[in-house]
């Protein structure tokens, strides 16, 4: 159905009734102030649900063709909430085909905050987890980690002292965080760069153990 190179945004579903109405209406509204600069080109809409969906949250479960994409305003998708605080922003009204229901959902192992992931139709196909569907420099790291037993995490947001990084790696732990960077972005001041396992290690341990992943007794 879809090709390898397909783009897939995966894009946050936060309420039962927006759930409802791209299961029923065929499409899914984002705030154009908030959009990704590519949304309108991906071939493949897919969603991660958060705490709203109870058992369900933490994970992507459904998918569906894009068919199309257009420009309105609030007022113009409920017209029955022409008296809403943000009637007169602008949103990209999203249009897709029937959802998709995956055989095995693509689980977050932690909680963490998400907006939009961009990814290939490869990389969703084959995911286990949401991890999986990041590509970068640090594949070759995270691989490494991950079969090292820390299920490291990938674009992950650390805030601190009122600064907002957005690291390659990240290990939470009971204690804090071990933020590992593969390139020259900006990141923490303690963050290790391109370091080994055993650094790494070190580094976790430092901060009492990793925090346990979701769903497993990891």
Known sequence: MFHSSDRVLVAIMNSRRDFRIAREEGWYRVPLKYAPQNA???????????????????????????????????????????????????????????????????????????????????????????????ASGADGLFVTLKEAGFYPEREYLIRERGVRYRVNLAIPCHSGTVAITTDDRAAPPHALRNPDVESVRRAVELLDGPLPIHGTGK
């Open 40 to 134: 309108t080109e991906a071939d493949v809409l897919a969603f991660y649900f958060t705490k709203a969906f109870g058992d369900e949250k933490w994970s992507i479960r459904y998918y569906g063709a894009m068919r199309g994409h257009e420009l309105v305003y609030r007022r113009d998708l409920f017209p029955d909430e022409v008296d809403h605080p943000r009637a007169d922003e602008q949103y990209l009204k999203l249009q897709m085909g029937p959802l998709i229901q995956l055989e095995q959902p693509i689980l977050s192992l932690r909680w963490r905050r998400i907006t939009f992931i961009e990814t290939s139709w490869d990389r969703f196909a084959a995911a286990e987890e949401i991890n999986d569907l990041y």
